[in-house]
């Protein structure tokens, strides 16, 4: 195996416009992303958000690549909070721009992102807010000493339970036997679906870890779940009623780390219904280790529906009873 030398690391700029400097980035969704017409999902939507991201990154001397093959840091995006104001086009040109903090937050470095779809009157599309941390990875060896610019954002472990405030109702019980009386103590007194996950290496980053991009696409699982248990699957309601979920707002936080090939316990609980046009759900995932369960990761998402008029246009629909029904925990 082949190790870095200190010797050859590449340098650092002292003063980086990482955490000073806006960075302005053009971006394509991904064809992967155009899972209905041609309008972009919410998960592809903050694959935009973590590219603009990286982007900063490398145009301000911090390239991902290079701080883990030199300095054996691990860029995590730990933290990611979007608001989808307008719908995007596979065929868009999206222009992206990242303001940073001007202190950490938390140690952790603070972001600001915004996208906007070109055109002769460029339409604001998404508003977020993210939040990197340095992950020192212990594998390897090599690696030359974390370099002072980086140094307040560099940790041994992702572990932010202390940051991120999470509903009493996320709590889980202090012991379980396994995890199907942990799903069962988890989803008994709620309006929640849970289920049992093996994590596969496609879904981590730097060798082993579970990535954010992971939990997005998590979450999506989740909702198509869900909704296939309560009897008005996705499917279902295109075929019947031309109706397809739209999400105008979602988070998810990690709290603690997750390694390949672990078992992930998650569930998806609605919150709340709002006048027949949105509802919102709460996903949380956890390990078991030793009996014990591990939280280690929150998000929300928002939902409403569209109903497809043509290939490009839609229109907001309102929730019918059966969707009600459904929502609060009835076959629809």
């Not at 903090?101 to 009157?121: F, K, N, Y």
């Not at 390990?287 to 929300?300: N, S, W």
Request: charged share 25%.
């Amino acid at each position: 195996m082949i190790e870095a030398s200190v010797s050859a690391a590449r340098p650092l700029p002292t003063a980086s416009p990482v955490t000073r400097r806006t960075t302005t980035v053009r971006l394509r969704p991904r064809f992967e992303g155009s899972n209905i017409c041609t309008w972009i999902g919410f998960k592809h939507v903050n694959y935009l958000v973590e590219e603009a991201v990286l982007e900063h990154f490398r145009r301000g001397g911090w390239a991902a690549g290079m701080l883990y093959e030199d300095y054996g840091l691990c860029v995590d995006i730990v933290d990611i909070n979007a608001r989808i104001l307008s719908a995007t086009h596979i065929d868009d040109d999206v222009t992206a721009q990242v303001v940073p903090e001007e202190q950490p937050v938390d140690g952790e470095m603070a972001l600001s992102v915004t996208l906007h779809v070109d055109g002769p009157t460029p339409v604001k599309t998404v508003a977020a807010k993210v939040r990197v941390a340095l992950r020192v990875d212990p594998r390897g060896g090599g690696a030359a000493p974390v370099p002072a610019p980086v140094e307040p954002f560099a940790v041994d472990r992702i572990a932010r339970s202390a940051l991120v405030q999470v509903p009493l109702a996320a709590a889980p019980p202090a012991k379980a036997e396994d995890g199907e009386a942990l799903l069962a103590e988890l989803t008994g007194h709620s309006n929640a679906y849970g289920w049992k996950w093996r994590v596969p290496y496609f879904y981590c980053h730097f060798t082993e870890r579970l990535q954010m991009s992971g939990y997005l696409r998590l979450m999506e699982e989740a909702v198509d779940l869900f909704l296939e248990d309560r009897g008005i699957s996705i499917k279902r309601l295109l075929d019947e009623q031309d109706w397809i979920p739209v999400v105008p707002q979602n988070s998810v936080s990690m709290l603690e780390e997750v390694g390949m090939e672990e078992e992930l316990y998650t569930v998806l609980t609605v919150e709340n219904v709002f006048k027949r046009l949105t509802y919102t759900a709460r996903m949380d995932c956890y390990v078991l280790r030793d009996g014990v369960p591990v939280h280690t990761a929150t998000g929300r998402i928002t939902h409403g529906y569209a109903k497809i008029e043509s290939r490009h246009d839609w229109s907001l629909a309102e929730f019918d009873d059966r969707m009600i029904r459904g929502l609060n925990g009835q076959q629809g």
